[in-house]
């Protein structure tokens, strides 16, 4: 008898089949999948965008949850590649909204014709190294398949979404959804008693948005979030012109800073300055809108230390003194963690939802939610009525939106087995046994396009240097990667982001492995590694 894979031959495929061949294959059509089409292409390489939408945008195309805006100012998150479309999109708002930010997505797919290139609805499957050939073979859900000599995942760092294994989930007789995958004809929640499980950046917008809405709300906190005011406006026509005129001058001041932000920490310590100097600033960034409060503070406010609790302690009086229960205060005012230790979530009115008669927070920490039941929720005290549950859960963030695709490189090994530990990388670009294959959805936790732009620009130069000096594979040397993975274990240790059981080191999702997602450098300390490496020929890397 002739064994499958004796009939398929060396490579697992039927030479009979049907296998669209590119010079390279793109998962994702999010802010770096489309600008990664863009790069290859203008590298004359024939290209191919894989998607699991029916649209562009990623991360824009699937949070529609009512409130989703960004939390950068929109002028520093659209991308800086070309003057002509910098020139003609003028961004709505300060924080602009998920409707806006798809629209200039599309918009974007247009302009530059990338829409050619993507095969809509096509949900990866398995990728899989063809040794013999020196290709990727990937594998859509529904049977398709194409073949390149180049993998660049352009996944999203915050796309596989988490929803806890509840049991009897599948029993509940009303709606649910996870806000990652907010429907797109919407949700009907006038009048209904609705409940939200988390209050992370997520929730926080959610909250305040659909408190007004709905009949009854109940929000299932089990961790307080240090979140600060928004303050949103309108962008005027005069600051239109001022910043279509300045955005040179914007991209230089985002380049130089940490997480490639414009605003710039104050140089000095919060505890140099007297307490009324140190009151004063701390009040007037509050003023200011968006992340200044937080990066344009006392240097050492993102410090674990005296500064750090002494901000805190401001912002849990900032809670303190807008919601009316002072036992409701408490609870929504943080204790477990250090400020900064998340992403701050930016809001607009969130802490006045609990002074509203129609909305119900309820600590599930102290008490635990237990089970779905067909008709609502049960914690370890209490049965709650429910007609919609909505799922603010997170993310299984930056390497579960890789695991869940069957990557499989040299040798048959899985990434799966690889990332068991923690992600083992080389500068969170390449992984040694999956040859060819670039990862871009490690760029950022900070300010994500203005990072995300030059790493992808440093991929698509590198694929073309081992093109245009004919190797066939370029993968990390396993010295090189070991070097990495404890540089990102030791420096990780030290810095604020590793402290709190968040997403930030996989601690959200129950059995992950805890380490650090990201590279704890700084964006501007992350280019200037890029570009050495590249400088002496990709130092670090193997090409055969
Ligand atoms: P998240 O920060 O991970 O928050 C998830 C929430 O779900 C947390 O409150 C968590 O509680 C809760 N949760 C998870 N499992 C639970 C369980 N079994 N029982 C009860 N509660 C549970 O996710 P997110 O809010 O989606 O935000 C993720 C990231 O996306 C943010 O950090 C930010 O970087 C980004 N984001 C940005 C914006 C923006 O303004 N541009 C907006 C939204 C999100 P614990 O904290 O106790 O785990």
Known sequence: MVSPAQQNG????????????????????????????????????????????????????????PGARFDSESYTYGYSFSEELLQEWDWKELYSGQPENERYLNYVADKFDLRQYIRFNSRVKGCYFEEDRNTWRVEIEDGHKARAPFLVTAVGLLSAFYVPDFEGLDTFQGQWCHTGRWPKEGMDLAGKRVGVIGTGATAVQLITEIAKEVGHLTVFQRTANYCAPLRNRPITDEEHREIRANYPEIFRRCAETAGSFVHMFDPRSALEVSAEQREEQYERLWHEPGFAKWLSNFYDVMLPGEANEDYAEFVRNKIRERVHDPEVAEMLAPKDHMFGSKRLPCESGYYEVYNRDNVLLVDVKKAPIQRITPTGLATADAEYDLDVIIFATGYDAVTGSLTRIDIRGVGGGKLTDKFANGPRT??????????????????????????AEPLVEWVTE???????????????????????????????????RSQ????????????????????PDTAPVMRAKRADVAAKGYEGFLLE
């Open 10 to 65: 060396a490579n697992g495929v039927n030479p009979a089949e049907e296998i669209e061949q590119f010079d390279a294959i793109v998962i994702g059509a999010g802010v770096t999948g489309l600008y990664t089409s863009y790069c290859l292409r203008n590298h004359g390489m024939r290209v191919r965008v894989f998607e699991d939408g029916d649209g562009v945008g990623g991360t824009w195309y699937w949070n529609r949850y």
């Open 426 to 451: 080389y500068m969170g670009i390449q992984s040694s046994g999956f040859p060819n294959m670039f990862t871009v959805n490690a760029a950022s936790v900070g300010n994500f396009v203005r990072a």
């Open 462 to 496: 590198c694929i073309r240097y081992v093109r245009e000096n004919e190797y066939v594979r370029i993968s990390p040397t396993a010295e090189a990667e070991d070097e990495w993975v404890n540089h990102v274990n030791e420096e990780g240790s030290k810095i604020l």
């Open 500 to 519: 709190a059981n968040s997403w930030f080191v996989g601690a959200n999702i129950p059995g992950k492995a805890r380490a650090l997602l990201t590279s």
